[in-house]
């Protein structure tokens, strides 16, 4: 099932006092379902922080997320997860190194109380291209691309709705980063995923995304389709400078 996403109003301050920092003084964009949303920007813009709010990793922020209509403040944790999840940068720093795939696959099967645990953890590796002996596997017997895979099947294993990309492909290699991408592609294709996927790189945005956000300093400066790219149709002068370089 697709989901829409409504992004209201979404604002954060960390730190108190004279050292208060307002890192978000307000972000709002809608994303339609089955829609791949890009949210772009130089690094410090804030992009990560939207997502880390959208999940509530952080939950100290002020506004509204809502998906499908429902705040995600109104989500229980396990409503959350099996909602939305996100993707790392980093899939070295996000996989245990002592975990072995079928663990980190296995756990959230458990503590959600889902059956099939087997037949489930062996359709995620083969879903992102991976064997099913490669469940055996640990970290460091995988290269960074699959590395990323197994983490894509982490995230695809409670079968949420929307996934919330954090740079997936900046660690990886170029043929690696294209072959992510593609993977990436082909399961919102067949599953009609909703993707908001930061990234630094216009070139993913031109290649995944159906519109995107330019953010400046916190702030969404433009939203714009990917077509935006090519004939550069921006009109905010940091979005436009974006897109030329
Ligand atoms: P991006 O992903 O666009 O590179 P981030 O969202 O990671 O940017 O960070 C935006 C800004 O918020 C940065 O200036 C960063 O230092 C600041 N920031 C992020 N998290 C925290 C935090 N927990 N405490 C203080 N400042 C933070
Ligand atoms: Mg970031």
Known sequence: MSV???VRDLSITFG??????????????????????GLVGESGSGKSTVLRCMSMLTDFWKGDVLINGRSVRDM????????????????????????SVRTVLNEPL?????GDREERMRRAITDVGLPVSFLDRFPHQLSGGQRQRVAIARALILEPSLLLLDEPTSALDVSVQAEILNLLQRLREERGFTYIMVTHDLAVVDHMCDRFAVMLRGEVTE???RD???KNRATHPYARQLIAA
């Open 4 to 6: 829409s996403v409504e």
């Open 16 to 37: 108190e006092g004279a050292t208060a920092v307002k890192v978000l003084p307000g972000v709002s964009f809608s994303v339609q379902p089955g829609e791949c949303f």
């Open 76 to 99: 229980p944790l396990i409503e959350r997860c099996r909602t939305l999840q996100m993707v790392f940068q980093d899939p070295y720093g996000s996989l245990h190194p002592r975990q």
């Open 110 to 114: 458990v503590i959600h109380k889902l």
């Open 223 to 225: 939203i714009l389709p």
């Open 228 to 230: 935006a790219i090519d």
